[in-house]
C-alpha cells in the first residue's frame, strides 16, 4: 500500500456531509475533503459527490493526489466494489487525474 492511504482525520459527519482533512506524508500539505450524500429512489440509492482541495494554494499540479484522496476512500470503503457504483469525472474536473497512481498517494 502507498504511503499516502493514511493521515486522514474525520472532521464532522451528518446524514448528507462528511468533512474530513488528509495531511500528505512527505510534503505535509493538508487537503480539504467533503462528501455529500443524497438518497433517491425511496431511500434504496445514494447519489455520492465529493471533492478534495489543497489547502496550499500553489498545489494546482499535484499529480492527481487530490483525486487518490476520494478514490481511496472510496475504494477503501468498498464501495468501488458496490452493484451500481459508477465514476464520473475528468482531468478537467480533477486536476491530472488520468495520470494519478492512487497507490502511491
Known sequence: ???QRCLYKLQSA???FITAKHTTPIKRNVDD???RLVSFQFFTHCH???MSVSETW???KDHGTNYCN???LMEGSG????RGYKEVTSDFVCTQ?????CTLY
Open 14 to 16: 451528518t446524514v448528507h
Open 58 to 60: 500553489y498545489a494546482i
Open 33 to 35: 475533503i467533503t462528501f
Open 48 to 50: 455520492v459527490s465529493a
Open 97 to 101: 487525474r488520468s495520470t494519478a497512481n
Open 79 to 82: 464501495l468501488t466494489q458496490a
Open 70 to 72: 476520494l478514490y481511496n
Open 1 to 3: 500500500m502507498g504511503g
